[in-house]
C-alpha cells in the first residue's frame, strides 16, 4: 500500500463512520491525524497499515509512549486502529485485524479543574464591558451566559443556528455528538442577553442587506470565517482575555472549564447525575460519573449535619 493508497483507504473508512454512525466532524478529523500519524510511522519502517502486524502496532504504540504521549491520547490512538482494522477487514482489504488484542493504557479518569461560583460570577461580569464596540460586549455576555446556562460544548455553542434562539424560548434545543438533540433549559440571564444580542446582531445584517445586499447568516453568532461562524480557537483566547479581566489566572479558565462548572455547581446544588446526563449529552452515564466525589461529599456532609448521633459527644 503506497502513501496515496493509504490515504484513500483512511479517507473510505472515514467516510464509512460518518455515514453509518454519525460520527461528528471534529471525530472524524481527529481519528484522521491519529491514522495519518500511524501509517507516517510504519511508512519511515518500510511498512504499510496493509501490511502491520501486531508487533509493529505494539511497537508504533511503545513510541508514542516514549515521546511522552498521555495516556488518553494514546489509548484513543490505538481505538481509532482497532476501528480502521475493524472496517479493514470488513471491506476485505485485510484477513485479519492485528489490533485486536492489544490492550491500551489505562485511562485515569479524574475531574476536570473547574472553577467556583463566584468566579464564574466574576467571568460573567468581565463579559459585560469586554470590548470597545457594544456589539461585542453584546455578543460575549450571549456566549457566556449561555455557555454557563447549558454547559454545551464549545463546538455546539459556536455554531448554534439563530433559529434555534427566536421568540424568547425556555429551553434550547441542541444537536451535538453524533447529531443526537437534546434539549436544555435557558436561564434567565441568558435569556437576556439572547435577546439583547440578537437584536442588534438582526439590526446590523438588515442594515448591511440593504447597503450591499448580503444575505444574512443563519449562525447566532455569524463570522466572515470560512465555517460561517465564530470559531473555536477565537472563543478560546477571548475565554483567556475574560479571565485576565477578572484577575483570574488564564491557565484555569477554558470553555470546557465552564462546561465542567456548569455540572459541579448543578450537582452542589442538588441535582442527580442522570440529569446531568442528559443535560451534558454524555452516551454512557460512566462518562458523568467523575462528578460522583462531588456528590459523595454534599452525602458525608448531610450526614454530619443532620443525623442525631453525628453531634453526640463521643
Same mark, same amino acid.
Given at each position: 500500500?503506497?502513501?496515496?493508497?493509504?490515504?484513500?483507504?483512511?479517507?473510505?473508512?472515514?467516510?464509512?463512520?460518518?455515514?453509518?454512525?454519525?460520527?461528528?466532524?471534529? $471525530?472524524?478529523?481527529?481519528?484522521?491525524?491519529?491514522?495519518?500519524?500511524?501509517?507516517?510511522? /510504519?511508512?519511515?519502517?518500510?511498512?504499510?497499515?496493509?501490511?502491520?502486524?501486531?508487533? =509493529? !502496532?505494539?511497537?508504533?504504540? @511503545?513510541?508514542?509512549?516514549?515521546?511522552?504521549?498521555?495516556?488518553?491520547?494514546?489509548?484513543?490512538?490505538?481505538?481509532?486502529?482497532?476501528?480502521?482494522?475493524?472496517? @479493514?477487514?470488513?471491506?476485505?482489504?485485510?484477513?485479519?485485524?492485528?489490533? !485486536?488484542?492489544?490492550?491500551?493504557?489505562?485511562?485515569?479518569?479524574?475531574?476536570?479543574?473547574? &472553577?467556583? =461560583?463566584? #468566579?464564574? +460570577?466574576? !467571568?460573567?461580569?468581565?463579559?459585560?464591558?469586554?470590548?470597545?464596540?457594544?456589539?461585542?460586549? *453584546?455578543?460575549?455576555?450571549? *456566549? =457566556?451566559?449561555? *455557555?454557563?446556562?447549558?454547559?454545551?460544548?464549545?463546538?455546539?455553542?459556536?455554531?448554534?443556528?439563530?433559529?434555534?434562539?427566536?421568540?424568547?424560548?425556555?429551553?434550547? &434545543?441542541?444537536?451535538?455528538?453524533?447529531?443526537?438533540?437534546? =434539549?436544555?433549559?435557558?436561564?434567565?440571564?441568558?435569556?437576556?442577553?439572547?435577546? @439583547?444580542?440578537?437584536?442588534?446582531?438582526?439590526?446590523?445584517?438588515?442594515?448591511?442587506?440593504?447597503?450591499?445586499? @448580503?444575505?444574512?447568516?443563519?449562525?447566532?453568532?455569524?463570522?466572515?470565517?470560512?465555517?460561517?461562524?465564530?470559531?473555536?480557537?477565537?472563543?478560546?483566547?477571548?475565554?483567556?482575555?475574560?479571565? /485576565?479581566?477578572?484577575? /483570574? +489566572?488564564?491557565?484555569?479558565? $477554558?470553555?470546557?472549564?465552564?462546561?465542567?462548572?456548569?455540572?459541579?455547581?448543578?450537582?452542589?446544588?442538588?441535582?442527580?447525575?442522570?440529569?446531568?446526563?442528559?443535560?451534558?449529552?454524555?452516551?454512557?452515564?460512566?462518562?458523568?460519573?467523575?462528578?460522583?466525589?462531588? &456528590?459523595? #461529599?454534599?452525602?458525608?456532609? *448531610?450526614?454530619? #449535619?443532620?443525623?442525631? &448521633?453525628?453531634?453526640?459527644?463521643?
Amino acid at each position: 500500500m503506497t502513501g496515496g493508497e493509504a490515504a484513500r483507504r483512511i479517507s473510505t473508512f472515514l467516510e464509512a463512520q460518518a455515514a453509518e454512525q454519525g460520527a461528528a466532524r471534529n $471525530t472524524q478529523l481527529a481519528y484522521g491525524r491519529d491514522l495519518s500519524d500511524a501509517a507516517d510511522w /510504519l511508512a519511515r519502517r518500510g511498512s504499510t497499515l496493509a501490511a502491520a502486524d501486531r508487533a =509493529m !502496532l505494539e511497537a508504533y504504540l @511503545a513510541h508514542l509512549d516514549a515521546e511522552g504521549l498521555a495516556p488518553a491520547t494514546r489509548a484513543r490512538r490505538l481505538s481509532a486502529l482497532k476501528q480502521f482494522f475493524r472496517f @479493514a477487514v470488513d471491506e476485505g482489504w485485510r484477513s485479519d485485524n492485528p489490533a !485486536l488484542q492489544i490492550k491500551g493504557p489505562g485511562r485515569r479518569r479524574s475531574l476536570p479543574g473547574t &472553577l467556583g =461560583m463566584e #468566579e464564574v +460570577d466574576a !467571568l460573567l461580569a468581565a463579559a459585560e464591558t469586554h470590548g470597545r464596540a457594544l456589539a461585542d460586549r *453584546l455578543r460575549t455576555t450571549c *456566549l =457566556m451566559q449561555v *455557555l454557563y446556562a447549558t454547559g454545551l460544548r464549545v463546538s455546539e455553542l459556536v455554531a448554534l443556528p439563530a433559529a434555534a434562539v427566536r421568540g424568547d424560548p425556555q429551553l434550547l &434545543l441542541v444537536r451535538g455528538k453524533g447529531g443526537k438533540e437534546r =434539549m436544555v433549559p435557558l436561564s434567565p440571564p441568558a435569556r437576556t442577553a439572547i435577546i @439583547a444580542w440578537l437584536a442588534h446582531r438582526d439590526a446590523e445584517e438588515a442594515r448591511q442587506k440593504a447597503e450591499t445586499g @448580503a444575505r444574512p447568516s443563519p449562525f447566532l453568532f455569524p463570522s466572515r470565517g470560512k465555517a460561517g461562524h465564530l470559531t473555536r480557537i477565537r472563543f478560546f483566547t477571548l475565554i483567556k482575555e475574560l479571565a /485576565l479581566a477578572a484577575n /483570574l +489566572d488564564p491557565a484555569r479558565v $477554558t470553555p470546557h472549564t465552564l462546561r465542567h462548572a456548569f455540572a459541579t455547581h448543578l450537582l452542589q446544588n442538588g441535582a442527580d447525575l442522570r440529569a446531568i446526563q442528559a443535560l451534558l449529552g454524555h452516551a454512557d452515564i460512566a462518562t458523568t460519573e467523575i462528578y460522583t466525589h462531588i &456528590l459523595d #461529599e454534599r452525602l458525608k456532609r *448531610l450526614v454530619l #449535619e443532620n443525623h442525631p &448521633l453525628a453531634n453526640r459527644q463521643g
